[in-house]
């Protein structure tokens, strides 16, 4: 008997295990334009739901139910299904020309009479992703030509450590089974759409029991019966299927929601699953009648794909630089990392008088002070509280400073961080600085001297603070000379920055603004340093080695004795 | 962790669930509609006490995501929230006789009503100035989570406490059937520490603006932000401290270890309203609270009156994409 109509040419065969007032309103759909629908229900579904789900499409004469089959995920049963439902349809239905497989959750984008215009103007073609098992990167599991040489009498999802240990074993002792001759191995989506041809050809082929039966033990033959068999009979294979149906990286199916409309409708496909049962609107908008699309588009997932391929990255990647509630990496180095580039300067605004504003207008950025003093965070301008919400209270700060550094930079995104760092401040977060590829460091070994030199507390208190910082930035010189550093790391001696300070400045200036490439027309200005090494020499007599800022002379002239070279001294 | 340590987990379990049933008494039935509840229904559980200018509110929304059943245990309300409540047609009323603090907080309350009605259900438990947002929650329901969820094989969804606030206080006044957050629209977007508590797995989240004004000098008293308020529940299920952690262990691993991010999202809190000032003198003098109220008394000293949290690098809450962006929550691979 054939179904009169537009539809008549294809054919559904529909698999359904749940949601079945879903199922029965698209196989109403198709029934309705003439398209025959032979549906297969699980056999393991509740036996009242399934007799409404009949009694419900009864008085459709396109529709037929199939002999019921036990549906596990990964076993024979689907395919099972699949062949007695195929066998009913040809035998019932003799205009079907084209059969597609779908499921209760697919859902048609686009018109049927898009589609059989589609598969009419290719009479021979069976779409049918078909792939050689050396060719798939998708299986889950890492199970490709092993789903055809082992044995696999274990329950995936209820059996899982047997299911590993058997496949163990038969790895252990090499234990293979053959592949029938002529059979070669092909993977692919589970839904297809088959020429009668071809379809026919393997469903009547003499050499059917032996493929039962030996793709009875095959692992998710759903994936490869038909993908493989179809190789031996089809003559025009296109290695694609119509139905629109993306997995993510658990391999499970993606699920369209209300939201996706517009993205399905811009899409193209033909079929699309897996709907949300309860996605009402999609139901609403797509299963109503007319709504021609542009009729003779080709199927255009990539929209799609690149939403769901963001969705995987974002799952298994994550976003560097963020740690959060659902993110928190156990791997230190990617626990250290921050978002994005930022500069630490050592001993700039120490040497500098107005190295922060200078910064500020060469880099085009707000220029902090030092976030790490030990009285507040000296965020720039003198805010007391920065984006994000980060407050400037010491405290806070130093509850977990490695997190008030990882946020600054996560809140800033887009916006260069320049701060500036010295032996004065909290180190604790001088080892997670150092470890941070992001991190930029620039250091002037020494000049926290500078400060001291011109401050006019008692000697006495300036010798020993003058102690206790260079102890503190040795460790500092020896922390970011270690092995383990990622950061980028810069040293220069206070002498050595002193005696040609442009072609550092012009280095910091590009790096942090490198738009803005060229020669840098305003400089910071120089502390006055007549009188340093007279200051040093002075240390060096109460009894302390001043060993971090390189050589000055004791006489007045600030210019330390090293020869100079280079650009000439233009600071001024 | 050891065979003795994860043996001595499962008997602090079984010991909250035996203080749960000692505690059975304490819980009188005010109206009990559980034979409503079908297969698949998702649940709400609540412990509170006077907020009946908050219910109506509280109720629409949750009604809004989906969800079917409220299951609510009042303590010892005397505004009118038990009757209110108990004219509901989805909602079963316990009305808790004792001390808040002595039964662990309304944990060993809400315990009892978890083990009792919730087996096989996926489970909210929220306060009543709580406000759940996930991914997608303006366009898919509750459900469309719990179903996507359930295909993943997950067990347990974290939301972690944000903290709203208005930018003057005075606009924070609130009247029966407003939504909080119209008023409440600003928050702490980038000033939270996260550390891993290794006994029980869960995450520890400190920050916000209650850190940032009343905990500014001693941070470490700050209050836990972390919370799982949405499990797909088991009999042998627990919350232990609030629901900032449950048992068994494996439910708090809400977090990706390997780099990724797994989805998450965020309990609005509508705690700093007008009617906050009030709450805060009661609550420290009850001191039924958290260690004896000590969060309500930082509040009284912090404040005078009504606190100002606002500040300029305030925040504007517009929607859930919103906070994904700004590393608050996150999608995960749901898409």
Redesign the interface.
């Known amino acids: 008997m054939t179904a009169g109509g537009p539809g008549g040419s294809v054919g559904f065969v529909m698999l359904c295990h749940t949601a079945f007032d879903r199922a029965a309103q698209v196989a109403r759909h198709w029934a309705a334009q003439g398209s025959p629908v032979v549906i297969h229900v699980d056999r393991r579904a509740d036996r009242a739901e399934v007799q409404r789900f009949r009694d419900g499409l009864a008085d459709l004469a396109g529709v037929r139910f199939a002999p019921r089959h036990a549906c596990e995920w990964g076993t024979f049963g689907i395919v099972a299904a699949t062949l007695d439902a195929a066998t009913v349809m040809l035998r019932d239905f003799a205009g079907v020309r084209h059969v597609m497989l779908v499921s209760g959750s697919c859902l048609p984008l686009r018109p049927l009479a898009d589609l059989v215009a589609y598969l009419d103007a290719r009479p021979r073609t069976d779409f049918i992703e078909s792939v050689t098992t050396e060719d798939v990167g998708w299986t889950v599991g890492g199970l490709n030509i092993e789903r055809f040489t082992m044995r696999f009498p274990f329950s995936w999802r209820r059996r899982r450590r047997l299911f590993d240990a058997y496949v163990a074993l038969q790895r252990r002792i090499g234990w293979r089974r053959r592949i029938p001759a002529g059979l070669v191995p092909h993977l692919g989506s589970q839904w297809w759409c088959l020429t009668r041809r071809t379809l026919a050809a393997i469903l009547e082929d003499p050499r059917r029991a032996s493929h039962d039966r030996y793709f009875r033990h095959v692992w998710i033959p759903d994936e490869s019966y038909f993908q493989t068999l179809v190789r031996l009979h089809a003559t025009d294979v296109e290695s694609r299927s119509l139905t629109l149906s993306k997995f993510?990286?658990?391999g499970?199916p993606?699920?369209f929601?209300?939201?996706h409309l517009q993205l399905l409708r811009r899409s193209d496909c033909f079929v699309a699953r897996k709907i949300?049962p309860?996605a009402g609107k999609l139901y609403a908008a797509f299963l109503a009648a007319g709504g021609a699309g542009p009729a003779a588009a080709e199927p255009g997932p990539g929209k799609i794909d690149r939403?769901?391929a963001?969705?995987?990255e974002?799952?298994?990647?994550?976003?560097a630089g963020?740690?959060?509630?659902?993110?928190?990496?156990?791997?230190p180095a990617?626990a250290g990392r921050t978002a994005a580039a930022y500069s630490v300067f050592q001993g700039f605004s120490d040497l500098f008088e107005n190295f922060e504003t200078w910064l500020g207008k060469v880099a085009g950025t707000r220029v902090h002070g030092r976030l790490f003093a030990p009285d507040r965070v000296h965020f720039a301008g003198g805010?007391?509280?920065?984006?994000?919400?980060?407050?400037d209270?010491a405290?806070?700060r130093d509850?977990?400073p490695a997190?008030f550094l990882r946020?600054l930079v996560?809140?800033t995104r887009g916006e260069r961080q320049c701060f500036q760092f010295g032996p004065a401040d909290d180190q604790a977060i001088a080892p997670v600085v150092a470890r941070d590829a992001n991190a930029h460091v620039s250091v002037i070994t020494g000049a926290w001297a500078v400060p001291l030199f011109r401050s006019d507390q008692p000697f006495a208190d300036i010798r020993r603070e003058a102690a206790r910082l260079q102890r503190i930035e040795t460790d500092h010189l020896a922390l970011l000379r270690g092995g383990a550093v990622r950061a980028r790391v810069r040293i220069w001696s206070l002498a050595e920055f002193v005696e040609s300070p442009m072609e550092p400045l012009q280095l910091i200036a590009d790096e942090i603004g490198p738009r803005a490439r060229r020669a840098l027309t305003e400089v910071p200005r120089l502390a006055d340093l007549s009188g340093f090494g007279r200051f040093l020499q002075n240390l060096r007599n109460q009894g302390m080695q001043p060993v971090l800022m390189g050589d000055f002379p004791v006489d007045d002239d600030p210019r330390p004795i090293t020869p100079r070279r280079g650009k000439p001294y233009l600071v001024k | 962790m050891g065979l003795i340590q994860s043996y001595g987990l499962r008997l602090r379990r079984k010991r909250l669930h035996l203080r749960a049933w000692r505690g059975r008494r304490a819980l009188s039935p005010v109206a009990d509609r559980t034979r409503a509840i079908r297969p698949g229904a998702i649940l709400l559980v609540s412990v509170l006490r006077n907020e009946r200018i908050r219910l109506p509110y509280f109720l629409t929304y949750y009604r809004d995501l989906g969800v079917d059943h409220f299951l609510i245990v009042d303590n010892g309300s005397d505004d009118g929230s038990a009757d209110w409540l108990a004219a509901q047609p989805d909602v079963s009323l316990w009305s808790a006789s004792g001390s808040y603090a002595a039964a662990r907080y309304g944990m060993d309350w809400a315990t009892r009503l978890h083990r009792r009605h919730c087996h096989g259900h996926w489970c909210l438990t929220v306060d009543a100035d709580e406000f759940l947002i996930y991914p997608f929650c303006e366009t898919r329901p509750l459900r469309a989570l719990t179903d996507w969820l359930d295909a993943s094989q997950v067990r347990s969804f974290p939301a972690m406490l944000l903290d709203m606030y208005a930018q003057e206080t005075a606009a924070a006044s609130y009247r029966e059937g407003q939504d909080p957050f119209a008023s409440l629209q600003w928050f702490d977007s980038g000033n939270y520490t996260i550390r891993p508590n290794r006994a029980y797995g869960d995450l520890w989240i400190q920050g916000g603006p209650r850190a940032r004004t009343f905990f500014a000098a001693a941070p470490a008293e700050a209050p836990a932000l972390n919370k799982i308020p949405l499990v797909r529940w088991q009999r042998g299920y627990a919350y232990l401290r609030s629901t900032h952690m449950l048992l068994p262990r494996g439910l708090n691993l809400t977090y990706e270890r390997s780099g990724g991010e797994k989805p998450s999202g965020c309990l609005l809190h509508a705690k700093f309203l007008d009617t906050f000032a009030d709450k805060v003198h009661e609550e420290a003098a009850r001191g039924e609270h958290y260690a004896a109220g000590r969060e309500y008394r930082a509040y009284r000293e912090g404040l005078g009156a009504v606190p100002t949290l606002w500040c300029r690098a305030s925040e504007r809450y517009i929607n859930w994409r919103q906070l994904e962006i700004l590393g608050l929550m996150s999608k995960g691979n749901w898409a």
Do not use: C
């Open positions: 993510d990286f658990q499970k993606h699920v929601y209300d939201d949300w309860h939403l769901f963001k969705a995987a974002r799952r298994v990647k994550g976003r963020l740690i959060m509630q659902s993110r928190l990496p156990a791997d990617e805010e007391t509280v920065w984006t994000g919400a980060l407050s209270s405290a806070l509850y977990d997190a946020n996560w809140n």
